[in-house]
């Protein structure tokens, strides 16, 4: 079971330019979210989608956007990547999007921004 | 607003060696509670949950309790292995701002390295 993929699995960006982290589940799982990992910080949300179709912005949305024409994909964008922008990505989702529901992660990607 | 504090780390223990990892809480109403566990290189899995008060949840050998009255949630195993070096996060759910959007909130991670 595939489960959640991210693409790519690493890349280092200069800034200013533009990327699009992808994200593709195959759980059907109506609920995905980006969180970004940084040392000492936890994880902390981006941005989420509670269906295909919405999206809604997470704790730390600045400088991301999403969005969700499917129930299978959720792929975050950095229109100009900054350095504190470096961070490792993941994706998650679950069946729902309420509150208890386990989410399930991908494998991250790594993003370095110089 | 809603919290969760781990123990820092790095935590060091040889085989065998009985392992604790503490979680505190900060929450209203009720939260579901998580271990996730977080192996080099890979992403987050979940290791195990508990949903209500006195909930017991295991995996894998590890376990943790769900404490209401001391807002904890602290993981424990009886014998380490090396297969368990690893970053262990405690989360618990949330909901986000005024909408039903359940989020996780995530202490800032445990490392644990276990010698031969």
């Known amino acids: 079971t595939a489960g959640i993929t991210q693409a790519p699995t690493s890349q280092i960006l200069a800034a200013g330019r533009s990327m699009t982290l992808r994200c593709t589940q195959d759980?059907?799982?109506?609920?995905m979210y980006w969180y970004r990992q940084d040392l000492g910080l936890g994880l902390r949300l981006i941005h989420y989608?509670?269906?295909?179709?919405?999206?809604g912005k997470g704790e730390v949305p600045d400088g991301y956007s999403v969005s969700r024409a499917n129930t299978d994909d959720f792929p975050l964008t950095l229109a100009s990547a900054v350095p504190s922008q470096t961070s490792v990505y993941f994706c998650?989702?679950?069946?729902?999007?309420?509150?208890?529901?386990?989410?399930?992660f991908g494998p991250g990607t790594r993003l370095l921004v110089l | 607003g809603n919290s969760v504090t781990q123990m820092e780390g790095p935590v060091t223990l040889s085989e065998e060696a009985f392992l604790t990892i503490n979680c505190t809480y900060t929450?209203?109403?009720?939260?579901?509670l998580f271990w996730y566990v977080q192996y080099p290189g890979e992403g987050l899995q979940l290791l195990l949950k508990?949903?209500?008060?006195?909930d017991k949840g295991s995996n894998k050998g590890f376990e943790a309790t769900y404490r209401k009255e001391t807002t904890s949630f602290h993981l424990e195993k009886g014998s380490v292995q090396v297969s368990d070096s690893a970053v262990y996060f405690c989360a618990l759910s949330d909901r986000f701002g005024s909408s039903n959007t359940g989020k996780l909130i995530f202490g800032q991670g445990t490392t644990l390295q276990v010698k031969p």
């Open positions: 929450a209203t109403g009720y939260p579901s």
């Open positions: 759980m059907r799982h109506n609920a």
């Open positions: 998650a989702s679950s069946p729902y999007s309420g509150k208890g529901e386990t989410q399930y």
């Open positions: 508990a949903t209500k008060a006195d």
């Open positions: 989608s509670n269906t295909a179709g919405t999206t």
